[in-house]
């Protein structure tokens, strides 16, 4: 069969009658087909999307210019590490990401606060699987809490910079520097869809041992999907409910559909 005979024997791609709904998501819905087979745009646009989303994992975390950043709004920052040595550690031992290495938990004594009563509330800026997402997404976030917060009266620690850290590497921190609760801003671990979205977890009471069902979780921040503003409401609005309520988790319900608290 002649070359030409064999290119007329192709199968058509042949269109999703969904295709509209891709307006509406960045979901990989209604790709269409060729035969029983994707057809070849989807296709490599599926093989850039998990490129990215490896880069993203592998990303270097650029801790200095966070906190640079971070101290450009006048917030005492410190920068701490888990016990987890390199990115290849890391990946390989998730366990080691939930704990300080002991210069850094030699080096938090000092931010504890002298007079025993703790802190209200303490931040910490992780880089956790998407190093990406801190550096594109998480000054901003913190900037519209931080004043919300501290006009209302909140005693806040300095902010730690946290390198090679797993979301439960909060509850150290925070129950180190006697903080009533901790909400730590993540990398969360890269989708199809995404590479750069930022997760926080917030914790009442943290302290080694907690689990997850103990924290609430607002994901997937980022412009193409919740934005700065609505994040950062929706934080404040949980912490206020936490420190009314004290406790957070299954039992704590996002009540941010209100205002601000003053």
């Not at 971070?70 to 888990?82: E, F």
């Not at 806040?156 to 509850?171: F, I, K, N, T, W």
């Not at 409910?241 to 704590?252: E, I």
């Amino acid at each position: 069969m002649s070359d030409k005979k064999a290119l007329t024997k192709q199968s058509p791609v042949v269109a999703d009658p969904w295709a509209k709904l891709r307006q509406l998501s960045a979901a990989r819905i209604a790709l269409g087909r060729t035969g029983g087979s994707l057809p070849t745009a989807p296709q490599l646009e599926f093989q850039l999307a998990h490129a990215r989303a490896r880069d993203a994992v592998q990303l270097a975390f650029d801790a200095a210019e966070v906190q640079r950043r971070l101290q450009g709004s006048g917030r005492s920052v410190q920068r701490v590490h888990s016990e987890a040595e390199s990115r290849g550690v890391y990946l390989r031992r998730p366990d080691l990401g939930r704990r300080l290495d002991a210069p850094s938990r030699s080096a938090l004594a000092k931010f504890a606060a002298g007079d025993g009563s703790g802190y209200d509330a303490a931040f910490v800026v992780a880089d956790g699987l998407s190093p990406l997402a801190i550096h594109r997404h998480a000054v901003a976030v913190l900037d519209l809490v931080w004043p919300a917060l501290t006009q209302a009266g909140w005693r806040l620690a300095p902010v730690l910079v946290a390198e090679q850290a797993r979301v439960a590497l909060g509850d150290e921190i925070g129950a180190l520097l006697g903080a009533e609760q901790l909400a730590i801003l993540i990398g969360e671990r890269p989708g199809l869809s995404a590479a750069d979205s930022l997760g926080i977890y917030l914790t009442y009471a943290p302290r080694p041992g907690r689990s997850d069902a103990e924290r609430n979780c607002i994901s997937n921040i980022r412009p193409e999907g919740l934005g700065y503003q609505e994040a950062a409401h929706a934080l404040v609005q949980l912490m206020a409910r936490a420190r009314r309520l004290r406790l957070t988790g299954v039992g704590l319900k996002d009540g941010s559909d209100g205002l601000l608290p003053e």
